[in-house]
């Protein structure tokens, strides 16, 4: 396939995706819209050069010059690739955009909450965890991470009408590990100290951890 036809078929799986989710959208450009307004949603597939895996970028525009950003990887070759990847997109971040957007919530897969950080109050789209493992043997994730997280957004620099934190651990089963943590798109500091600080689990295989939220301010007096 060329990279056209298969950014073409990425967009259609997600609208038939949405449609699954009762949200029937329109071509507007190359973005989907649920009506006539924003929201708008869209997706991108990159294919990696070994044409092994590939990365799915999701974006919704929100408002002007506002657009949350969320990628997950998928795993093996043309087809099959993309396919994992909106299977780790549905497990996942899907869910959140869904609820906080297009008041579509899962209450088996987003918890919804109100937070308080500094003096804003923000309603919180916490995500279930994304979990993979190789061969299904998955150790679990470490009591308390949730915690560790919301302790992190409260401890950091928001105050923006929107945010959306992504943090993502993964252990390669050879000892090396992964950390990423990313705060509306940009490396986020106090995210990756606590996925750090956590007691992941040593076995000798391929595990990953995956975990989204979004934040909506309740409190529209401040500029963004």
Known sequence: MTEKTE?????LLLGKLLEAHDIPVNPYGDWFLNGNALPAIRCMWFRSESNKS???D???AVKDGVILNESVAGIGQNEDALQDAFYNLNASSLHVFLAAFWNRIDLEQVTVEQITIGDLVYTAYIGNFGLRAANDNHPGVPDGT????LDAVKNSDIGNEYHWASCFFCDVGDGKRVHSALLDNVIWREGSAAIKSLPWSDIDDYYSVRHFMILKRVDD????
């Open 7 to 11: 950014h073409g078929y990425a967009m």
């Open 54 to 56: 590939g990365q799915l």
């Open 58 to 60: 999701l974006q919704v």
């Open 146 to 149: 949730l915690a560790r997280i």
């Open 221 to 224: 007096n401040h500029a963004d």
